[in-house]
């Protein structure tokens, strides 16, 4: 089983925390050890708002800023190749080539951001559909897909299932929103789309809840099913 899992960076290392990362690392070497091929993208965070934050102020144009986004989602992932063993690729990819390659030797693939324009979500997905992967989660920091920014609707209901086309509504909706935020961007979830590409969208805070959602489905976030897909088939079974 193929699975990219994107990491968001507030979920990796909030506070630059050493035992959050190597959680999430011991997490990413069970599921490697269950036999499955794993490739990582890591956001950028806070850390990665408050330099740019800071930039823009400076008078950076947007290409800079994401840039320097870029930048800090590369440390990131630097972070977690630290906390990984053996099996990780000690690079950096910079490219899905890189990426691609480092999979199908049987190591562990980290990325970060890759070009300006694009969020490490859209970078994940592209990943996913680039290696043809089985699986694809992101861990955030909100439980799931809901109808509307949970953080500033307290009437946005969850979604437990839902089609790839439903997401690129629900999505759309949301960014239209002034001050709401999505768990996975419009790109993103409109290259799921594309690729019919199975996914998770689950609360990565606690980084135990990713490895029962690979292995076996069970998570209380939201599943992603290809339209006219097959029902979900997880290692375990």
Not at 191 to 218: H, N, Q, Y
Request: glycine share 10%.
């Amino acid at each position: 089983m193929r699975v990219v899992i994107s990491i968001g960076g507030s979920v990796l290392a909030p506070d630059l925390d050493s035992e959050r990362v190597e959680a999430h690392a011991s997490v990413v070497e069970t599921l490697a050890r269950e036999g499955c091929e794993i490739g990582a993208v890591v956001g950028g965070g806070g850390v990665a708002r408050d330099y740019i934050g800071a930039a823009r102020e400076l008078g950076a144009n947007e290409v800079q800023l994401d840039q320097i986004g870029i930048d800090v989602t590369r440390i990131n992932a630097r972070l977690l190749i630290a906390a990984l063993g053996s099996q990780v690729d000690p690079k950096v990819a910079h490219d899905y080539e890189d990426a691609g390659d480092a999979i199908r030797r049987g190591d562990i693939s980290v990325m970060g951001g890759v070009m300006p324009g694009q969020t490490t979500d859209a970078v994940a997905a592209a990943f996913a559909e680039y290696v043809d992967a089985d699986l694809l989660v992101y861990a955030t920091s909100v439980d799931g897909v809901f109808s509307a920014d949970p953080k500033s609707d307290p009437d946005a209901t969850k979604f437990e299932e839902m089609t790839a086309g439903e997401l690129v509504n629900v999505i759309a909706d949301i960014e239209m929103s002034a001050g709401s935020s999505a768990p996975v961007d419009l790109l993103a979830a409109k290259l799921i789309e594309r690729a019919k590409m199975r996914t998770i969208v689950l609360d990565g805070t606690d980084p135990s809840r990713i490895e029962p959602a690979v292995l076996r489905g069970e998570h209380s976030g939201t599943d992603i099913i290809p339209e006219g897909g097959d029902e979900p088939t997880y290692w375990a079974q």
